[in-house]
């Protein structure tokens, strides 16, 4: 092929391109409209190469770039909220305590009675309590940026609505996707807990019994036996769904109670039947435990004993596992239009969630590891054991029965959540129009909640609850991160008109901003502007400069992350390349923080901002992607091959069928 041919066989290829896309968009009868279009297309596209090959070039580079253009507006168009009708308001009726409820009866269920076993065991041992400081810090700095996004947008939805309103339809795919992944993985978790709490009520026949059937044919990375109990969970709640059944405010607020009491009973037994010997055994205490017991298969291994028996690594790799335990709290934000005053119960409720969740998981921690050495901690029911353990027989069914209760209302909270968030993507045509459909009788979205529960029946039927656990974790730090990014762009761009009536009442900007009306004031103005801006109100030129220095934060700090992750011990020991690449990296941070800092922020009004910006976002993502870089690789595939099936969904349904972008278009 010659160079003057080759415009000429782009811009052939590029028109097949563009044309197989229109037919995607048009019914198939008109397809034969086709065999017109096509000769007519070959026929213009020699006469203009013979006369003009020149011409042809240029008129296939602006039409590429207008392609281009028209596809890069779809993947940051926002979704403007048109304003509801008074007959499609929810009424406003849940205070900040009910709002609390929600969010404590959804976080303290599997992560506190299941979770903390599982860490105390095999991962951090008595240091599970740091383990559970870390990730409340970095929860309560997500907390935060999920507090101005509830003021921002006072309408119920999710991370995925906020997104979509603030930053555009590919960010708020990206947020979608993983919320159903963290939501329908969380249920399956849940349940496998669930099973594993009532199988120790009944003396493990259950699993004794699946054990011996299928425990030969079951893959390696699948569980030692499927749990059909769990399974049939999952689908007894997902029929009741399917029938209409509302989410049980009352029952969560009695069995949110219950598991409240229950908590404190069990930190106050800790205190009192506990042994601080426990938090400084060694290896003459396991070597004596071990010769004593006739099961030593049901010990788990000594590390170096005392109260970090696994060093460093094992608290970083128990809060990166421990951010399951805090899903939940965000469940307050799909409330905001029950709320009854949504800007200010929000955030107030939000962080009451987590201080009281963080109380919670630290005493229950602690109480758990001083009555048993954490080597003797049984995985699938931790505390029933354990008052087992000292003596306390009756106090195990009282516990199990509480367990129970609280892993019945964090169930129903996640398994009413999952359908939403799949309806909304579906109504914007994100994901397939199939699963928005609601039905006649029922009033319910059958497709998504069918969808939904099948998937998490099936999880939760072939993995193990630890797995579940690492897989949730990665799903939701990733969607942390995306809302501290998203507030932190949004507050540096210009005031964010939400709605449609607002749109149209929008002021045009004031001309004659040098960053906006003299392209042609050169490199030194441009330089100038990243530290010296010349508005005191976000314009254009400075939202773009802050959006295209936090996509570079965000990879400067990703690249800091691995390495510190990979490399911790010659990092900082001195090693002459790693700590080298790593100061770089720390100075390279900082002054592209500061170029963020010194540019206008939006004044509108609201009642809650993040406070201390950039720093508090950037920190928050920081600590997200570093604890996301303790998983363990097969966690990683997992992640990775969800999000691609994602893609492949986005890119070849969602984008060219999505109603925002075809109506903006």
């Known amino acids: 092929m010659s160079i003057r041919t080759l415009p000429v066989y782009s811009l052939v290829v590029f028109s097949v391109f563009v044309l197989s896309e229109h037919l995607c968009e048009r019914s198939i009868d008109d397809a034969d409209d086709l065999w017109v279009l096509g000769p007519v297309w070959h026929l213009e596209c020699d006469w203009l190469c013979s006369k003009d090959p020149i011409g042809a070039a240029s008129i296939m580079s602006r039409m590429l770039h207008q392609y281009v253009r028209q596809f890069g507006q779809k993947l940051i168009h926002k979704r403007p909220l048109e304003p509801r009708q008074e007959s499609e308001r929810t009424a406003a009726h849940l205070n900040t305590l009910d709002l609390v409820a929600v969010g404590v009866g959804s976080t303290l269920g599997a992560g506190v009675y299941i979770l903390t076993g599982e860490l105390a065991k095999a991962r951090a041992g008595p240091a599970t309590v740091i383990c559970f400081l870390v990730a409340a810090l970095s929860c309560v700095m997500s907390s935060l940026c999920f507090a101005e996004f509830g003021a921002r947008v006072p309408r119920s939805g999710t991370a995925y609505l906020y997104s979509y309103v603030t930053m555009g339809q590919l960010c708020a795919f990206i947020t979608g996707w993983n919320l159903i992944l963290s939501y329908v993985i969380a249920t399956a978790s849940v ?241 397939f129009w199939g699963l928005a459909q609601i039905h006649a009788r029922t009033r319910t ?33 990733s969607v942390y991160s995306l809302v501290a990014f998203s507030v932190l762009v949004l507050r540096y761009q210009r005031d964010q008109n939400l709605s449609k009536k607002d749109k149209t009442e929008m002021k045009p900007e004031v001309e004659g901003s040098p960053l906006d009306s003299v392209p042609e004031a050169g490199n030194s103005n441009i330089l100038k502007s990243l530290w010296f801006s010349t508005s005191t109100t976000p314009t254009r030129k400075s939202g773009q400069i802050v959006y295209g220095c936090a996509s570079l934060l965000v990879l400067l700090l990703i690249i800091l992350s691995l390495i510190l992750a990979q490399w911790p011990r010659r990092v900082f020991s001195g090693d002459p390349v790693l700590t080298t690449v790593a100061v770089l990296l720390l100075l390279l941070i900082t002054g592209v923080t500061v170029i963020i800092w010194r540019q206008p922020q939006d004044p509108s009004p609201l009642y809650f901002k993040v406070p201390a910006l950039p720093v508090l976002p950037l920190v928050s993502i920081f600590l997200n992607i570093y604890l996301m870089m303790q998983m363990t690789s097969g966690t990683w595939a997992q992640f990775g091959v969800w999000n691609v099936i994602g893609f492949l969904i986005y890119f070849g349904y969602g984008i060219r069928h999505s109603l925002a972008g075809n109506n903006h278009q």
């Open 191 to 431: 349940a496998r807990a669930w099973s594993y709490i009532f199988d120790n009520l009944i003396g493990n026949h259950i699993s004794q019994v699946l054990q011996e059937s299928f425990s030969l044919n079951i893959p390696y990375f699948l569980a030692r036996s499927p749990d059909f109990f769990a399974l049939g969970l999952v689908l007894l709640v997902t029929g009741l769904q399917v029938l209409g059944v509302r989410e049980l405010t009352l029952v969560n607020k009695v069995f949110t109670g219950i598991n409240i009491l229950v908590l404190s009973f069990i930190i106050l037994s800790g205190f009192i039947k506990g042994d601080v010997h426990n938090w400084k055994l060694t290896e003459q205490d396991y070597a004596l435990d071990t010769s004593g017991s006739t099961d030593t298969s049901s010990f788990g291994p000594l590390g170096s004993g005392g109260f970090m028996p696994f060093d460093f690594e094992g608290i970083l790799h128990g809060a990166a596992t421990c951010f399951y335990a805090f899903l939940g709290f965000d469940f307050i934000a799909t409330r905001g239009e029950e709320a009854l005053n949504p800007q200010r119960s929000i955030p107030i409720s939000i962080m009451i969630t987590l201080f009281i969740c963080f109380l919670a998981y630290f005493g229950v921690s602690a109480a758990l590891t001083l009555m048993v050495p954490y080597y003797q901690i049984h995985r699938d029911s931790p505390f029933p054991q354990a008052f087992l353990h000292v003596g306390w027989d009756p106090a195990r069914y009282v516990v199990a029965v509480g367990t129970l209760c609280a892993l019945t209302s964090s169930f129903l909270g996640t398994m009413f959540t999952t359908p939403p968030v799949i309806r909304a993507m579906a109504e914007d045509r994100l994901l």
């Open 445 to 477: 979205p059958i497709t998504a909640i069918m969808s939904a529960g099948n998937l998490a029946g099936v999880m939760a039927l072939l993995f193990e609850f630890r797995d579940l656990v690492d897989f949730v974790s990665i799903g939701t730090l």
